[in-house]
């Protein structure tokens, strides 16, 4: 009998069913329940609804059952933390159980509630168990201290806990005292200042006697703890790497490479001269290879360490080159990084065999390794001089092979070793010249014309070599571009008589037709050198180049530096400071190597040392989206940046926005401009509620009204139910709000107009406007006493109307308003008055009394006032309502000069709960989906078209193709010999894909290349195919032969195998279990 | 992508992150540049892949990079094959067992034997008195439980040792070293203090004795019990040895060694007719010694056909799934030559996909010897209670990495 029966049951109403066995009287089928609730828990299905009944479970002296409601309790108690208080009790007495097990399982589980409740009920037991007889006891509680300090530090301070948990690095239990240090450096994370770890040479000893006794692990943490300690000088430096070094010899990698590190950086303080350095030196080499002998994952690892290491110290792998020789077995990502170090450990007593090699590599399938291996050639010409000479001659050796990617790379390089070693090599340019025609990146291309430029002098046709380049000028990229334009002046420079017309031809191509700013700019600035003084152009041109260093790709040293601190972490194998990649202050902290003895710095080296500078407290936010330099300078300075974003300057938002409302306004009416983007509304009210359904009924097919009140510009509207001036600027209104980009604070709030002038009320004036606040629609009011008396007793009410709009409660003005008095008043409407239909539809009657006399005005509110903030409409729901609009309930508008893409202008609109649903791009077109949903119920979908390029085209793409939708997964073929197929594939996968809006990515597609047997005459390559079908497209690709019946069957494999894959996921997650155990037994043909 | 078991130790990750990872990693895998370490925002990941299951450790802050080989390491002991269905068999265990091999991102123990001692499969059945800490977790010496008893006491010592070579395709070893590993079977009652003597150059240079062959290694891995510190002053190997089965030591010994077996193969590919292979195998070792179950293994186009083979002695076998010929001599004597002929096939359509060039590798185990000439000169094993116990050795050279590039 197996537990895994437990992962397949899939009965509906299995929550009711547990709840009944967890309450049951026998063990045993308590014991199975509380064992499905986990296995349900492991496949993500929510079982929270049980927690009271799983916590019943807790009180058991089995303790099988007690480990499983523990980890249901870790689960859930922060999901439920009132019920998580039902717990305590149990923790408590479990941390008093005789059996050691249960009491250390008590606190382990204790810490891992995160509940703030639970906490304070935590601190008692965890102090008991602190001082514990029994070490297994002790050491959980030392780990349980960090895990509440992560929860809340102010408590674990206040309670003592963290001088307890100093007590316990002089445990007699070096297993303690590994925890102990572990905690502590955790903590030491988010307190960098705190000097939590107060190390000195007691502490050290004490820690150096531990190591030698704890477990691996145990080690490792000493280990790390012991490399943030600087030594006084270096004599105690060199007796701590002498009690270090025996770890080397470790079985466990994770040890070695912790010693490792502690040797890197200790061993900066050691004068050169001595001894012991050069032993060390020795001792480093061997374990470091042997690393390599581990799984490939591993060897990765200890080879982005070697990376580093090999950097910061070469001579200490200098005589391991062979180690690092590729094998064909190796995985990709092992072979690049052992090329790397290759390269860098090339020396002149090694290159001969590093040549062999490398040239061997170059011949191999894997593209990128192929590339790197042929630009390591030219690396080692460049690093060494003395085997320059044989390095162009493998480079040429390669070029004959005709392979394309390897001509490319092998010419980019060539290049390069041009620049190192200048009138040496040119001999081989009429083997290059060969070339040309088969360049197609624009690397080798830019390569190959700095190379024509360079050496025009002694390439006879030049000219016409850059003639061939320039006929496709601006189909280059700008690497090209910008390369050609130099490569031709110079020849003009070189030969000025034939070339005349070549070099105006380039230059009014670079600054006439040209938009690249660099490129223009490039171009004036030779012409007018040209023109002015060619002397001095020449001069400027031809001069001479400076040296291209050895190494180009070194780390940046204070980096270096703070990575050799890292050793063995993320950050020795990403090469960036934790900083860059860690969120939240931990880890943040910035290490540095320590001083070398004798230098200046050595006196106050525990304060430079203790490698926590004050920037740790710097913003989190600002630091980690830095690169790796970047975020080295901020934490180089000591200063700590101010905390707040920098603020974009408010007077630039401001503008935009006025910018932007009033260019929308003024443009609502007037269509003589040319229109920027396009609106499409489509108005629909699929089911209105009862009360409104008559007083709407004229609008349920006319519902243009609303349209209307959306755009304003009625286009093919039905009259009479035409513009209504003070809704008109309605969408331009709804784009001004916001202000910035990605601001969605709320909804647009117009300004207060006066809709009582004192004149008609008796000097009472009453001004205001409509906001919606939180949900709720608020009419603010402002009422002016403009009469020579005190006004008492307000009161407010409405008359019917369209939303049935009505106060939510009495107006409140509670003080007599005396003359010349002002008071702003904000009174929350409700939607559950009376209804009637207004003209036009958002006016309001309202009827104001006071002491008195009754006053009564009309005013108009925003429609956006009526969007509700849960309107936004499922995809599914939406793309089935879209469809079955009839058209008369359509509306288009236009809104022009309106300078929003699409996500700005999506943010700005949600700001006032018009939701975009989905969003895709056609061309140059931005196509938003979007819902709102109005107060009585009623949903209006809108299509935003978002144009960029072409504003005229307003077609409708009549793409509803009814046929298209119902397939249940697609094969797209086409030729791989011909480009249009293709293109037509490229149009029909967009077409399934509008038209599955929504379930888009369920729907299998498999685009297949055909004729494979014609491989030759394809248009371009497979790669570049699949790698857009793959990627860009999420589509399954294959190539085939039906000719030679290649492929064939696995095509159709291939397509079962996704359709059957994206049908299961769509099911229940156990179901889709199910699934996949039986895949070992699914087999297509 | 299913996950079978998600322990979150810190609360820190949300644990829909997992699901960026399988994109992650098909992404990589198209563009060719697979990594096992990933990272998706400010969570990573570190995958490695036991036979098509991913095991994954998600970190958000720095962590140490060794620890997701472990747990792996460790179930495989527990449950002999990992898969899927023992998982989800035994998902109470794994629970448990992930549950002490970390704390809160500390790695705790990961000795599996320790382990099996307090979690057990059977975890109902578990009557009160077993259920104590066994005191080995939190003692320094962690690897071995007190109070073992064996009516014969012995301990069985394995010398194996894995040779690697690289030989390029005009004849010339590129790289060639040894990697050998000590490994121990202990049935030894009580607390036994070990002491091993091997041949090492440098201890019988400390000791000033140097008689006979000796063996400098280049680099020495110990098990934890070994006192590290003692090894590093003296080159004594002194431990308390863990019960069972156990790796007591690895070494590296980069000295040049003859490749045992020479290959030598001409391979001539005749475009759209035929493929024609020479392989010459010859035995550099001593006549006594006898290597078995020698494997060498030939690539061939992937798109070759009609296999015919003539071989002087063993078996030759076409593996089209790998693209291999397998040529089998179950027993192979020290100075001996063999030769195996092949011929294949082509067809007169091209594949212009290109294919790599993999070398020939060899599979072969030569018992009774060692190549680097190590020994075991003695193990001393004293006990308290003074039993006299039998130390057993054998030794055994074995091809590890064993790789030999053509030229075709």
Same mark, same amino acid.
């Given at each position: 009998m197996t537990d895994s029966k437990y992962f397949t049951t899939t009965k509906k109403g299995e929550i009711f069913e547990l709840k009944a066995e967890l309450n049951s009287d026998k063990k045993e089928k308590k014991k199975e329940a509380v064992k499905k609730v986990i296995a349900s828990m492991t496949v993500g299905k929510?079982?929270?609804?049980?927690?009271?009944?799983?916590?019943?479970?807790?009180?058991?002296?089995?303790?099988?059952?007690?480990?499983?409601?523990?980890?249901?309790?870790?689960?859930?108690?922060?999901?439920?933390?009132?019920?998580?208080?039902?717990a305590v009790n149990t923790f408590v007495k479990d941390c008093e159980d005789p059996n050691p097990l249960i009491r250390a399982l008590a606190v382990r589980t204790m810490g891992c509630i995160r509940v703030d409740k639970?906490?304070?009920?935590?601190?008692?037991?965890?102090?008991?168990?602190?001082?514990?007889?029994?070490?297994?006891?002790?050491?959980?509680?030392?780990?349980?201290?960090?895990?509440?300090?992560?929860?809340?530090?102010?408590?674990?301070?206040?309670?003592?806990?963290?001088?307890?948990?100093?007590?316990?690095?002089?445990?007699?239990?070096?297993?303690?005292?590994?925890?102990?240090?572990?905690?502590?450096?955790?903590?030491?994370?988010?307190?960098?200042?705190?000097?939590?770890?107060?190390?000195?040479?007691?502490?050290?000893?004490?820690?150096?006697?531990?190591?030698?006794?704890?477990?691996?692990?145990?080690?490792?943490?000493?280990?790390?703890?012991?490399?943030?300690?600087?030594?006084?000088?270096?004599?105690?430096?060199?007796?701590?790497?002498?009690?270090?070094?025996?770890?080397?010899?470790?079985?466990?990698?994770?040890?070695?490479?912790?010693?490792?590190?502690?040797?890197?950086?200790?061993?900066?303080?050691?004068?050169?001269?001595?001894?012991?350095?050069?032993?060390?030196?020795?001792?480093?080499?061997?374990?470091?290879?042997?690393l390599l002998s581990a799984e490939p994952e591993l060897q990765y690892v200890a080879l982005r360490n070697i990376n580093l290491i090999v950097q910061k110290r070469p001579e200490i792998l200098k005589h391991e080159m062979k180690v690092f020789f590729v094998k064909y077995n190796d995985p990709i990502y092992v072979k690049l990084e052992k090329l790397d170090i290759m390269i860098r450990l090339a020396s002149q007593a090694n290159i001969a065999q590093v040549l062999a090699e490398l040239k061997e590599y170059a011949t191999e399938v894997d593209v990128d390794f192929v590339r790197k291996a042929v630009r390591a050639i030219g690396r080692c010409a460049i690093k060494v001089e003395q085997s320059a000479e044989r390095c162009v001659s493998t480079l040429l050796d390669l070029i004959q092979t005709k392979v394309n990617y390897v001509v490319q790379e092998a010419?980019?390089?060539?290049?390069?070793?041009?620049?190192?070693?200048?009138?040496?090599?040119?001999?081989?340019?009429?083997?290059?010249?060969?070339?040309?025609?088969?360049?197609?990146?624009?690397?080798?291309?830019?390569?190959?014309?700095?190379?024509?430029?360079?050496?025009?002098?002694?390439?006879?046709?030049?000219?016409?070599?850059?003639?061939?380049?320039l006929e496709g000028f601006h189909d280059e990229s700008t690497q090209v571009q910008l390369q050609l334009l130099t490569a031709i002046v110079k020849l003009f420079l070189k030969k000025p008589t034939e070339t005349q017309e070549l070099v105006q031809q380039v230059l009014s191509l670079a600054t006439q037709d040209s938009d690249n700013p660099d490129l223009r700019d490039r171009g004036y600035i030779y012409w007018r050198l040209l023109s002015t003084d060619p002397v001095a152009a020449k001069e400027v041109v031809l001069a001479e180049k400076p040296l291209i260093s050895e190494e180009?790709?070194?780390?940046?040293?204070?980096?270096?530096?703070?990575?050799?601190?890292?050793?063995?972490?993320?950050?020795?194998?990403?090469?960036?400071?934790?900083?860059?990649?860690?969120?939240?202050?931990?880890?943040?902290?910035?290490?540095?190597?320590?001083?070398?003895?004798?230098?200046?710095?050595?006196?106050?080296?525990?304060?430079?040392?203790?490698?926590?500078?004050?920037?740790?407290?710097?913003?989190?936010?600002?630091?980690?989206?830095?690169?790796?330099?970047?975020?080295?300078?901020?934490?180089?300075?000591?200063?700590?940046?101010?905390?707040?974003?920098?603020?974009?300057?408010?007077?630039?938002?401001?503008?935009?926005?006025?910018?932007?409302?009033?260019?929308l306004d003024s443009l609502m009416g007037d269509e003589s401009e040319t229109s920027a983007s396009h609106y499409r509304t489509e108005v629909q009210s699929p089911q209105p509620p009862e009360c409104s359904e008559r007083e709407l009924g004229g609008d349920v097919g006319g519902s243009p009204a609303m349209g209307v009140s959306l755009g304003g510009a009625p286009v093919g509207m039905p009259a009479g139910l035409g513009a209504a001036p003070a809704v008109g600027g309605g969408l331009g209104d709804l784009f001004d709000l916001g202000g910035g980009v990605g601001v969605t604070a709320g909804s647009y709030i117009p300004p207060k107009t006066v809709w009582l002038p004192a004149m008609k009320a008796k000097g009472l004036e009453i001004s205001g406007t409509?906001?919606?606040?939180?949900?709720?629609?608020?009419?603010?009011?402002?009422?002016?006493?403009?009469?020579?008396?005190?006004?008492?007793?307000?009161?407010?009410?409405?008359?019917?109307?369209?939303?049935?709009?009505?106060?939510?409660?009495?107006?409140?003005?509670?003080?007599?308003?005396?003359?010349?008095?002002?008071?702003?008043?904000?009174?929350?409407?409700?939607?559950?008055?009376?209804?009637?239909?207004?003209?036009?539809?958002?006016?309001?009657?309202?009827?104001?009394?006071?002491?008195?006399?009754?006053?009564?005005?009309?005013?108009?509110?925003?429609?956006?006032?009526?969007?509700?903030?849960?309107?936004?409409?499922?995809?599914?729901?939406?793309?089935?309502?879209?469809?079955?609009?009839?058209?008369?309930?359509?509306?288009?508008?236009?809104?022009?000069d309106c300078h929003l893409n699409s996500d700005a202008a999506s943010n700005k609109l949600q700001g006032s709960n018009i939701f975009t649903v989905a969003k895709r791009t056609v061309d140059t077109q931005d196509m938003l989906y979007q819902s709102v949903k109005l107060t009585n119920g009623i949903w209006m979908l809108a299509e935003l078209r978002i144009q960029t390029g072409n504003p005229n085209s307003t077609e409708w793409l009549d793409s509803r193709c009814r046929g298209v939708r119902n397939a249940?997964?697609?094969?797209?073929?086409?030729?791989?010999?011909?480009?249009?197929?293709?293109?037509?594939?490229?149009?029909?996968?967009?077409?399934?894909?509008?038209?599955?809006?929504?379930?888009?990515?369920?729907?299998?597609?498999?685009?297949?290349?055909?004729?494979?047997?014609?491989?030759?005459?394809?248009?371009?390559?497979?790669?570049?195919?699949?790698?857009?079908?793959?990627?860009?497209?999420?589509?399954?690709?294959?190539?085939?032969?039906?000719?030679?019946?290649?492929?064939?069957?696995?095509?159709?494999?291939?397509?079962?195998?996704?359709?059957?894959?994206?049908?299961?996921?769509?099911?229940?997650?156990?179901?889709?279990?199910?699934?996949?155990?039986?895949?070992?037994?699914?087999?297509?043909? | 992508m299913t996950v079978l078991i998600c322990r979150n130790y810190k609360g820190d990750v949300d644990m829909s992150e997992i699901d960026h990872f399988l994109t992650l990693l098909m992404q990589q895998e198209e563009e060719g540049l697979m990594c096992p370490v990933i990272s998706h925002g400010s969570v990573h990941f570190m995958w490695i892949k036991h036979i098509l299951y991913y095991f994954d450790c998600l970190f958000t802050s720095v962590c140490l990079s060794f620890v997701c080989m472990f747990p792996v390491q460790v179930f495989t002991e527990y449950f002999k094959e990992l898969e899927e269905e023992s998982i989800q068999d035994n998902f109470v265990v794994v629970y448990e067992l992930l549950d002490e091999l970390m704390d809160f991102g500390f790695p705790q123990t990961t000795d599996s034997k320790i382990l099996q001692e307090y979690i057990t499969q059977e975890g109902n059945k578990l009557e009160v008195a077993k259920t104590k800490v066994p005191t080995t977790v939190t003692n320094a010496?962690?690897?071995?439980?007190?109070?073992?008893?064996?009516?014969?006491?012995?301990?069985?010592?394995?010398?194996?040792?894995?040779?690697?070579?690289? !030989?390029?395709? %005009?004849?010339? #070893?590129?790289?060639?070293?040894?990697?050998?590993?000590?490994?121990? =079977?202990?049935?030894? @009652?009580?607390?036994?203090?070990?002491?091993?003597?091997?041949?090492?150059?440098?201890?019988?240079?400390?000791?000033?004795?140097?008689?006979?062959?000796?063996?400098?290694?280049?680099?020495?891995?110990?098990?934890?019990?070994?006192?590290?510190?003692?090894?590093?002053?003296?080159?004594?190997?002194?431990?308390?040895?863990?019960?069972g089965e156990s790796e007591l030591m690895s070494y590296r010994i980069n000295t040049h060694v003859k490749p045992l077996i020479w290959i030598e193969s001409v391979i001539e590919k005749f475009s759209h007719s035929r493929v024609e292979i020479m392989v010459k195998a010859?035995?550099?070792?001593?006549?006594?010694? !006898?290597?078995? %179950?020698?494997? #060498?293994?030939?690539?061939?186009?992937?798109?070759?056909?009609?296999? =015919?083979?003539?071989? @002087?002695?063993?078996?030759?076998?076409?593996?089209?799934?790998?693209?291999?010929?397998?040529?089998?001599?179950?027993?192979?004597?020290?100075?001996?030559?063999?030769?195996?002929?092949?011929?294949?096939?082509?067809?007169?359509?091209?594949?212009?996909?290109?294919?790599?060039?993999?070398?020939?590798?060899?599979?072969?185990?030569?018992?009774?010897?060692?190549?680097?000439?190590?020994?075991?000169?003695y193990m001393k094993i004293i006990e308290k209670s003074g039993y006299q116990a039998l130390p057993w050795v054998r030794y055994i050279t074995q091809s590890g990495d064993y790789q030999l590039r053509t030229n075709a």
């Open positions: 929510d079982v929270s609804a049980l927690f009271p009944d799983v916590v019943n479970c807790m009180q058991t002296d089995n303790l099988e059952l007690k480990k499983l409601v523990y980890l249901y309790l870790m689960n859930y108690a922060k999901s439920q933390p009132d019920m998580a208080i039902m639970i906490t304070e009920y935590l601190c008692e037991p965890l102090r008991k168990c602190l001082k514990d007889e029994d070490p297994y006891v002790r050491k959980t509680a030392a780990v349980c201290v960090a895990k509440l300090h992560d929860i809340n530090a102010q408590l674990v301070e206040d309670q003592g806990f963290l001088d307890t948990l100093k007590d316990l690095i002089s445990d007699s239990n070096p297993m303690v005292v590994a925890n102990a240090v572990a905690a502590l450096s955790e903590i030491a994370e988010s307190h960098p200042n705190s000097n939590l770890l107060d190390l000195n040479p007691q502490t050290i000893n004490k820690l150096l006697t531990a190591l030698n006794e704890c477990t691996e692990w145990g080690q490792i943490f000493i280990l790390d703890c012991l490399a943030n300690y600087t030594p006084r000088d270096d004599r105690e430096s060199q007796s701590i790497c002498e009690r270090v070094t025996p770890r080397l010899s470790h079985a466990n990698s994770a040890v070695v490479l912790s010693a490792v590190k502690v040797l890197m950086k200790f061993m900066e303080m050691l004068p050169k001269d001595l001894d012991y350095y050069g032993t060390l030196l020795k001792k480093l080499a061997p374990p470091l290879v042997t010419i980019v390089v060539i290049k390069d070793i041009f620049r190192k070693y200048p009138n040496k090599y040119e001999s081989v340019i009429a083997t290059l010249c060969e070339n040309l025609d088969s360049l197609d990146e624009p690397e080798a291309r830019a390569a190959m014309i700095w190379i024509v430029g360079e050496y025009a002098e002694r390439i006879d046709n030049a000219d016409e070599l850059l003639e061939s380049f180009t790709d070194l780390i940046e040293p204070t980096l270096l530096d703070e990575l050799i601190c890292h050793i063995g972490t993320l950050a020795s194998v990403y090469h960036k400071p934790p900083s860059a990649f860690v969120e939240g202050g931990r880890g943040v902290q910035h290490k540095r190597l320590p001083a070398r003895a004798g230098s200046g710095e050595s006196a106050e080296s525990p304060d430079v040392g203790q490698a926590v500078s004050a920037v740790s407290d710097a913003p989190p936010a600002v630091i980690p989206s830095q690169g790796d330099l970047l975020g080295d300078l901020l934490n180089l300075d000591l200063a700590p940046p101010t905390s707040n974003v920098p603020p974009v300057p408010s007077s630039m938002q401001m503008g935009a926005m006025d910018l932007l409302g009033g260019g409509f906001a919606r606040r939180s949900g709720v629609i608020h009419m603010d009011l402002s009422f002016t006493n403009k009469a020579m008396s005190v006004m008492t007793d307000f009161a407010i009410q409405f008359n019917k109307n369209s939303f049935g709009l009505a106060p939510a409660g009495p107006l409140q003005v509670l003080t007599p308003l005396s003359p010349n008095q002002t008071v702003d008043v904000s009174l929350p409407l409700s939607t559950t008055g009376p209804v009637m239909k207004m003209e036009p539809l958002n006016n309001l009657q309202v009827a104001v009394k006071n002491n008195i006399d009754v006053f009564y005005f009309s005013c108009q509110y925003p429609i956006s006032l009526l969007f509700v903030e849960d309107g936004k409409m499922d995809r599914q729901v939406f793309l089935a309502t879209w469809k079955d609009i009839p058209s008369e309930n359509e509306a288009q508008f236009q809104i022009k249940s997964a697609y094969i797209l073929v086409y030729d791989i010999c011909c480009v249009e197929s293709f293109e037509y594939v490229k149009m029909i996968r967009q077409q399934i894909v509008d038209n599955r809006e929504g379930s888009s990515s369920e729907v299998p597609i498999l685009v297949v290349g055909s004729k494979r047997d014609l491989q030759r005459h394809r248009f371009t390559q497979r790669r570049a195919i699949s790698v857009l079908v793959k990627k860009t497209w999420k589509c399954g690709y294959v190539e085939c032969s039906a000719k030679y019946n290649w492929h064939v069957l696995l095509l159709f494999k291939e397509l079962l195998g996704i359709a059957v894959a994206r049908g299961l996921r769509q099911n229940h997650a156990s179901i889709r279990l199910q699934g996949a155990l039986q895949r070992n037994r699914c087999s297509v043909m | 010496v962690s690897w071995r439980s007190e109070g073992l008893k064996y009516k014969k006491n012995e301990v069985f010592i394995d010398v194996i040792e894995s040779i690697n070579v690289l !030989v390029n395709a %005009n004849g010339s #070893v590129m790289s060639s070293d040894i990697v050998g590993s000590i490994k121990l =079977k202990t049935m030894l @009652s009580g607390m036994p203090e070990l002491r091993l003597g091997l041949n090492d150059r440098v201890l019988f240079a400390l000791t000033g004795r140097d008689k006979g062959k000796t063996v400098a290694m280049e680099d020495v891995k110990f098990h934890q019990c070994v006192r590290l510190s003692r090894f590093e002053s003296d080159r004594t190997i002194s431990f308390i040895p863990p019960d010859k035995g550099q070792f001593k006549k006594q010694s !006898v290597a078995n %179950n020698v494997e #060498v293994r030939v690539p061939v186009p992937s798109d070759a056909d009609t296999p =015919k083979f003539k071989t @002087s002695t063993g078996h030759a076998k076409y593996v089209p799934e790998k693209n291999l010929v397998v040529w089998t001599i179950k027993s192979f004597p020290g100075g001996k030559e063999f030769l195996m002929r092949a011929h294949f096939g082509l067809p007169s359509v091209e594949n212009d996909e290109m294919e790599g060039k993999p070398p020939i590798t060899v599979k072969f185990e030569i018992p009774y010897f060692t190549v680097s000439g190590i020994q075991v000169r």
